[in-house]
């Protein structure tokens, strides 16, 4: 966000490399794999000579074939950054924008390898070096350091995004607190201090080091969301400045903390104002403004799908800030660097205990009642779903699928909807129901996400359906806790897209979210105590019993009989588990649920907490619900 890609400098009237310009690789549709690693290698040798516009046409060499995926990685992997990393400390400032630039594109093109490649050939000591140069400097009117500034600090940005190498360097380096001198909009200006708040942004992530070097500076910070502009030009450069800061904010803060709840009161302002914006006005202006075929586009239409497709991105990210402020790791307090098996014999110790399996001793966390406030004031909620909806039809998507940038803008319109329904999955556990609309507007809202994943969706659209089955899971966990009576007279057939889906969707996350949705549905219906509702229920339970049979993965599995213990742990359930044969199909799974987790333990991760809890769990569960349906016979 509030990233500009730099103007190429003109070609010279020369050619004094002899290798093609710019322009010409770039339009070169029939560029062969010889000649591009024959460019390459040239490039390799001029941006190393002596000559000033060598370097510089080998440089915007490099940084046009780095445009493609595979370049960057075979550029990042050839040692680039041994090559020409030493230039960031050159005494041209051309030389010195240009190499900040080829350097960031090789590192945002080229992905993890890229990332790797150039920590390991440390280009960190020279990027270092150079931002250190920065410490007392003001940019100028017109120049080129502006410019180096902006790219190496974007550079910086990535690599600590993804490398955890570089995050330990800027650390060593105290680089969080060089950048703190470049807030000040009336000196450094407004691309400059939007960059550097979204590095900072990176710096923080769960970085106490850093964390602390920025606390000092909130004051200047909360100044900056505070921000305001009357003029029209600059009003979303402002509103992304002022959205970065408010995840900067989120990032050094915690809203669990009374005394920052100020904080948070004036981060949901500016995010509320953010989705306020009409995402469907700006996608209209897209769709009309981009041509239906690869032609030509004006520089003032070009200027307004550049604004349009910023504000879309704006709005993305003010939801993701939104569902990061709401997540809770529940994971978090296991240690990563335990063995697989030392976290099984952990759970199973704690476990010990038959009041563990009382579900009643789930917690679940809240909003502070100030944020509350924030939240219906402002609409919130209202604004979330209302980026869920489909605004670019199928025929649109056609039409727009016809260009580079026509497809951008799909992509774009289904990102905000895929972080519209995480952000709902995220708040849902944390807000009272009656901010959400209260039980029958959150049953009708489940209803429709159900037609919209269940109807429209394709399956390989994996990314929406994990999206929305989360948002279906978190909206009947809420109607669950609330005992809400909303199913009436339920069919098979109403319930069939959900176990289809549990049965043959190919991401095992969006099976899980379908198999805890039909324990949700299984125990509302249990909640109602309606005889006409027991088949059903009978139905679902012997779903999540065969699934088991037939799953390959451990941990669908362990979501499947968790799923079981959930719905069967009231004595009140005896009779049914007995109906069902509850007791001796689980303990035929036990093997086979063993046998998985032993040959994917070092596959299950974030799944490790509740393949661990039903690891330890499912023994005594079966014995203490063999002992009740014992009790039960004896006494008919």
Known sequence: MGKQKR?????????????????????????????????????????????????????????????????????AKDGIAKIIGPLLMDHNAAIRANTAQTLRDIAENGGEDAYTDLIKDDIMTPLIALLKEYSDWEPKKTGDEKETFVQAVDLLRILCANNESALKCVNDEDLALLLTKFLDINIYGMEIVTITIQCMICLSDENDTAIKKIKEIESILFNLLDLKTDDEKTASKVLALRTCVANLLININNYADSNQIHVFCKVLSVLSEVLAVDHRQALSCLTSILPHENNAVSNDKRKKIYESKKMLELQEQALQILANLCYEDEDSEIDSDIDTSEIMEIVESECLDDDSMDDNLKMTSTFPVELVEIVNNGNLIDKIWDKTVLIVDKDVQEILNQTAEGKDIVKQSHDIRCAAYLCLNNLLPNIEIEVFGGVDNLYRKWLEIGTVIFKDVTSNDIELLEAATAAMRAILQQLAEVRANVFKQLTIDDVQPMLNGARQCSNVSVRVNLIRMLCNLVQILMN???????????????????????????????????????IYAEDETDCLAAEIELVPKLLSLIPHFKSKVRQQKKQLKDSMSVVSTVNANLTRFIKYKQKQIRNLRQKS
């Open 7 to 75: 103007q190429r400098h003109k070609s010279h009237k020369e050619n004094p490399t002899g290798l093609p310009s710019v322009k010409e690789f770039e339009l070169n549709e029939e560029f062969m794999e010889g000649a591009r690693e024959k460019v390459l290698q040239n490039a390799y040798g001029d941006v190393q000579s002596c000559h000033l516009e060598e370097k510089l046409s080998a440089l915007q060499i490099l940084a046009s074939m780095s445009c493609d995926s595979s370049m960057a990685k075979q550029i």
């Open 528 to 566: 109602n105590k309606n005889s006409e509702d027991h088949e059903m229920i009978k139905f679902i339970s012997t779903f999540l019993l065969n699934i088991c049979t037939t799953e390959t993965q451990a941990w669908v599995m362990a979501e499947s009989i968790d799923a079981l213990m959930d």
